[in-house]
T-cell receptor, first 111, second 112 residues
């Protein structure tokens, strides 16, 4: 079974803080993704990575950055958290043309 | 610009009856479509998919229909069970790329 884990299920941060969300997959997948899920908007792609040290912007990259130093780990960074970044963050991975496997999500609240 | 639209935010169905969830898309380049199911406090899990060369794909109680001319797909669940109560996301991608687009989701409630 593919396993995608995320470092935190719930996180509360203050405006202006730097926030790190970690994602690890154990199936040697090349492709990893970060989405945010908001009511009425579904899942929106923030960034994805198709290989170590490679990254591509998704639909809403502003205010975020990512890091992929190892194949199994993909980190999402909020350089200076703002209240409009309060959301559910979902990490996913996949290999080739197969479906994406999602982690359980991190619910982030920025005060 | 939502390229994948699920216009019904919620749907309520009696146990044993059919659930029909709908999805429309605007990008004619999409050639692969998926449905994901999401329970609260969990990540979405893959349910069923269909490629544009087919117009129907069936897996047990779940069937996905694709109407390319109408740019419309639907998920049929029959018979519906209370355990099917979840949020269902429709997703689409083009040419096996990584830019998968998701709809806003439909919350299905199956009443016993």
């Amino acid at each position: 079974d593919v396993k995608v884990t995320q470092s935190s299920r719930y996180l509360v941060k203050r405006t202006g803080e730097k926030v790190f969300l970690e994602c690890v997959q154990d199936m040697d997948h090349e492709n990893m993704f970060w989405y945010r899920q908001d009511p009425g908007l579904g899942l929106r792609l923030i960034y994805f990575s198709y290989d170590v040290k490679m990254k591509e912007k998704g639909d809403i990259p502003e205010g975020y950055s990512v890091s992929r130093e190892k194949k199994e780990r993909f980190s999402l960074i909020l350089e200076s958290a703002s209240t409009n970044q309060t959301s559910m963050y979902l990490c996913a991975s996949r290999v080739g043309g197969e479906t994406q496997y999602f982690g359980p999500g991190t619910r982030l609240l920025v005060l | 610009d939502q390229q994948v639209k699920q216009n019904s935010p919620s749907l309520s169905v009696q146990e044993g009856r059919i659930s029909i969830l709908n999805c429309d898309y605007t990008n004619s380049m999409f050639d692969y479509f998926l449905w994901y199911k999401k329970y609260p406090a969990e990540g979405p899990t893959f349910l069923i998919s269909i490629s544009s060369i087919k117009d129907k794909n069936e897996d047990g109680r779940f069937t996905v229909f694709l109407n390319k001319s109408a740019k419309h797909l639907s998920l049929h669940i029959v018979p519906s069970q209370p355990g099917d109560s979840a949020v269902y996301f429709c997703a689409a991608s083009a040419d096996d790329n990584n830019d998968m687009r998701f709809g806003a989701g439909t919350r299905l409630t199956v009443k016993p």
